[in-house]
Structure formats: C-alpha cells, structure tokens
C-alpha cells in the first residue's frame, strides 16, 4: 500500500505568489516524522522541511511552512513568495518509528514558478 | 566541501556487464543509505548501514546487488548482471543530527544506464 500519496503531478504559479502542496500519509506508528524534499533538475535532494509526530506547533522554515493536520493524516507543503529558482520536483516523506530509519517517498509535484 | 559524495556520476553499461559505484558520506555520519529512483518517481530505499553493520534491505534489493561499507566510512554498491530495468538513479544518504532531526542528507547520485 502507497504510504505517500501526492496527487499534484504539477503545478504553475506565477512569481511571487503562494502554492500549497498537498501530501497525505497512511502509518499506524504513534511515532514518525515527515520531510518535504526539492529535487532540481540538476538531480540533488535538498532537504526543506521536518515535521515530527508529536510536534505541537506547525514547522517552519523561512518561505516554507507545513500544515500538519496530524488527524487527517496530511502534511502539506505551503511555499510563500515563490520564487523562479523554486521550480523543482518536490518530494513528501515519511520515517516511521526508528528516528534512523528509511525514508519512504512520494511520487512527487512538479513546480514550475512563471514570471 | 564536506558533502556527500558518489562516484562515478553517469555510468552507461551494457545489459550483463557487473558495474560498482562508490559513495563517501559526511565524515561524522554514521548511518548511511542507499536509495533507487527511475524517471518520474520519488526515490525508493534500497538498504541502510550504521557503522559497517548493514542493518535493513529492501525486496527491491535482489541477489545481483550488494552492498558494503567495510569500514564504516565510503560504501560501495554492485549490480551485478546488469539488467535494462536496472537503469535508474542511484543515491546515497548519510544521516547525522542536526536540531534534532535525524536529516538525510543525500549526494549528487550515480545514473545507471544499461544498455
């Protein structure tokens, strides 16, 4: 079974506008910790965002936030004042349990930011 | 620069034929991994190390791989009898913590394709 599902394949946003990535998750573990990934076309994974189960307050990052709805299993992506240089492949993941272990990945959005 | 590093970066081969790459992960990390991504995928875990002790495999990860880091510093992962559905990207992450996170930081990746 998929354990997470990003069902943007793509996406257009104009220059200096905000876009939300949706990401949703399936686990049974009280413990787990999700990530959100930029992939350039350049083929590096950047790491962007943490969000840990029991974390209480939604994180942030600069421009990036996540909007961590922990009952309804989502952990979607918002990137604020989007920028050119933010077009990338993004990844949603999930760690479950161990804080070492394997990361599991999604299919991925595909963000083109237009001037 | 003190990133991930993986070596070669393209490797073309032709169906059959063993190939080897090699990644070096950040010197005080001691968790190390290895990930497969195909074209128009997020990246699926392949196997993971603490130290030299190789301590997960995937099902993805069939008799011809193999994967060893017998120092517990550069690992290397073979292929061996190249397939065609072998061609991928291949990346290695290595893990330490940073404010808590236990992030993954990952390397350029080596592309596999198999003629």
């Known amino acids: 079974a998929q354990k997470i599902t990003q069902t943007q394949p793509g996406m257009f946003v104009q220059e200096k506008e905000a876009v939300t990535l949706d990401c949703t998750y399936d686990?049974?573990?009280?413990?787990?910790?999700l990530f959100w990934y930029k992939q350039p076309s350049s083929g590096e994974m950047i790491f962007l965002i943490y969000?840990?189960?029991?974390?209480?307050q939604n994180a942030t990052e600069g421009r990036y936030s996540l909007n961590f709805q922990k009952a309804r299993k989502s952990a979607n992506l918002v990137i604020s004042a989007s920028q050119l240089g933010d077009s990338a492949m993004y990844f949603c993941?999930?760690?479950?349990?161990?804080?070492?272990?394997?990361?599991?990945f999604g299919a991925g959005t595909q963000v083109v930011v237009t001037p | 620069d003190t990133g991930v590093s993986q070596n070669p970066r393209h490797k073309i081969t032709k169906r059959g034929q063993n190939v080897t790459f090699r990644c070096d992960p950040i010197?005080?990390?001691?968790?190390l991994y290895w990930y497969r991504q195909t074209l128009g995928q997020g990246p699926e875990f392949l196997t993971y190390?603490?130290?030299?002790?190789?301590?997960?495999k995937s099902r993805l990860l069939s008799d011809r791989f193999s994967a060893e880091r017998p120092k517990g510093s550069f690992s290397t992962l073979e292929i061996q009898r190249t397939e065609q559905g072998d061609s991928a990207m291949y990346l290695c992450?290595?893990?330490?913590?940073?404010?808590?996170?236990?992030?993954?930081?990952f390397g350029p990746g080596t592309r596999l394709t198999v003629l």
């Open positions: 992450a290595s893990s330490g913590v940073q404010r808590g996170i236990h992030e993954q930081f």
């Open positions: 686990t049974s573990d009280p413990s787990y910790g």
């Open positions: 969000q840990g189960s029991y974390d209480q």
């Open positions: 993941a999930m760690r479950e349990g161990d804080s070492w272990g394997k990361l599991q």
């Open positions: 010197s005080e990390h001691n968790r």
């Open positions: 190390f603490q130290n030299e002790a190789q301590l997960e």
